[in-house]
């Protein structure tokens, strides 16, 4: 049966981040602990007046190969792994003269931030670590007898563990560390294989690894039954997992599914072009527009769907104003997210208190690489993200009418926006607004029917007597298989169309459209989000 207390009488030290460091090595100096080190961490003890044994001295080998090879002994692994008072372990340590190692305490090479830096792929290969992963792994092997802390994060707790304890830690402590510990390398090994799986265009690598660094656990997930975590994978890309939160009270799992929807959709429109504005409620655009200011942009995106916005999430691609901060907080809103803030915005959503405001210093690119994971029964789903962009594409008139200069930029702001609306999606857009949004339906014709019945209730709430559809533009994310559904939008008033085609009916559709007098556009690219 496992010892519960277990004294700490000799600690091997080798850290990449030396965060609280020297506080640490002196604590363990006072309860008598032998300190052992490497390198660089041996250095920084001995700078601060505070002896440790080198690693060389307790191999008998210098390190080498640029530091490749140094704890990779079986002085440093027999002490990590002997099982305490199990005779025959006992009998080798002392036959190799094998002194117990009873803490590791490791932080790994900066793999992570050395990636998200853009560095070389030399660069890159160089802050692989190799002794650190196998020393954690065989502490936490052998959690019974020793500790392993992986995280500076985690100093206080053990250093509360042996004052409590005389200067021993708990099995229960070193459970905790050992699971903390494995989740540590599978995260690490999951960015390195994951990278290098990428490097070499490898879309399905016979396996697959996910991992990630917990943000903060959330009081619930979707429901208030479910469990929830926020993680960071370490994906050097601006949103909601990197933001720093400015003011407000916790995301809820909720908030973060939907502003990284409206943040991700904003970020489409790019802010030295226009600004934009984005309100999502339940992970659906719900009111999207350009504007010469953000202010202009949040109330064009407002009038789309004035109901819905209320409790939504406001996503901005630029700066955030007083102007455009003091339309936002007239109604009930969740969060806020932006690139930045100015002073006087910052002061206008600090009276509403439980106002979650976001600032994440950039924006994401729409173009950038990325994967996308999604979990099913006993396995999961990983593609890469969506970073087909309409300015990218080649778009195709197939009607006899050529769209306006006007319905063109309407088009290509509308095939921006149905790329975030859950599928089937239809998106009527005018003036660089959208006007009627359907969204999630199982047939495109009741998406077509219900964002023709929102530009009819926006048209009403904002005292209009026609519907805000009429001389729209009307995007879909996939073909349309049918004529139906375009003529559903060509009877709610719109006067263009872009889709991607390629449906066994395009000639027919093309005909009803011709008919109607619409002008259609094909992009060759569709945009499911399901």
């Known amino acids: 049966m496992p010892v519960d207390l277990r004294r700490v009488a000799r600690a091997l030290l080798s850290v990449s981040d030396k965060t609280g460091l020297v ?13 052992i080190s490497t390198g660089g961490t041996r250095k920084a003890l001995a700078d601060a ?96 007898d020793v500790v392993v802390v992986v995280d500076p994060a985690d100093y206080a707790a053990l250093l509360g563990e042996l004052a409590t304890h005389h200067g021993a830690t708990t099995l229960v402590l070193r459970r905790r560390f050992a699971q903390k510990a494995y989740a540590r390398t599978a995260s690490y090994d999951a960015a390195i294989s994951n990278w290098l799986a990428s490097a070499q265009g490898e879309a399905a690598p016979p396996w697959r690894a996910a991992g990630g660094r917990l943000i903060e656990p959330m009081r619930y997930g979707e429901n208030p039954h479910q469990a929830a975590g926020f993680y960071a ?91 455009a901060a003091q339309e ?78 006007a319905e063109l930029a309407d088009l290509k702001f509308a095939f921006r926006v149905a790329k975030h609306v859950k599928s089937n999606a239809i998106v009527y857009a005018k003036d660089g607004a959208t006007v009627g949004i359907g969204a999630g339906q199982m047939s495109r014709v009741d998406s077509s029917r219900i964002a023709a019945y929102k530009a009819e209730e926006a048209a009403r709430a904002a005292g209009l007597g026609q519907s805000l559809a009429q001389g729209s533009v009307v995007a879909s994310d996939a073909f349309f298989p049918f004529a139906d559904g375009l003529l559903a939008a060509a009877a709610a008033g719109a006067t263009a169309v872009i889709q991607p085609g390629g449906s066994i009916n395009d000639k027919d ?3 009803a459209a011709n008919e109607a007098g619409l002008a259609m556009m094909f992009t060759g690219v569709r945009h499911f989000r399901h």
């Open 328 to 405: 936002i907080v007239k109604i009930f809103t969740e969060v806020i997210i932006a690139p930045d803030a100015d002073e006087d915005a910052i002061a206008a959503i600090a009276a509403k208190k439980n106002l979650r405001l976001l600032l994440t210093g950039g924006l994401p690119d729409p173009r950038a690489p990325g994967l996308a994971v999604r979990t099913v029964a006993g396995g999961f789903l990983a593609q890469s993200r969506d970073n087909a962009v309409v300015d990218d594409m080649q778009l195709d008139v197939v009607t006899r009418r050529r769209p306006t200069e």
């Open 233 to 323: 994978t370490g994906e050097n890309r601006p949103g909601v997992a990197t933001a720093r939160q400015a003011q407000g009270k916790q995301l809820s799992y909720n908030n973060v599914n939907d502003t990284d929807a409206a943040f991700e959709c904003v970020a489409e429109f790019d802010p030295a072009r226009t600004a934009a504005v984005v309100i999502v409620k339940h992970a659906n655009p719900c009111g999207v527009a350009e504007g010469a200011t953000l202010a202009e942009a949040y109330r064009k995106a407002l009038r789309c769907d004035p109901v819905s916005a209320f409790g939504g999430i406001v996503a901005a691609n630029r700066k955030l104003d007083a102007a």
């Open 23 to 35: 506080d640490l090595a002196k604590i363990l100096a006072g309860h008598g602990v032998e300190l």
């Open 509 to 511: 559709v093309i005909a």
């Open 49 to 144: 007046g505070l002896m440790a044994r080198d690693v060389a001295d307790l191999t008998g080998f210098p390190e080498m190969m640029d530091g490749r090879v140094k704890t990779l002994h079986p002085k440093v692994h027999g002490g990590l792994l002997a099982i305490r008072e199990n005779p025959e372990h006992e009998a080798a340590m002392l036959a190799h003269d094998i002194a117990p190692i009873d803490l590791l305490v490791v932080n790994l090479y900066p793999f992570e931030a050395t990636l998200a830096k853009g560095a070389s792929y030399e660069n890159c290969v160089e802050n692989i670590d190799i002794g650190g992963p196998a020393m954690i792994r065989a502490a936490a092997k052998n959690h019974d």
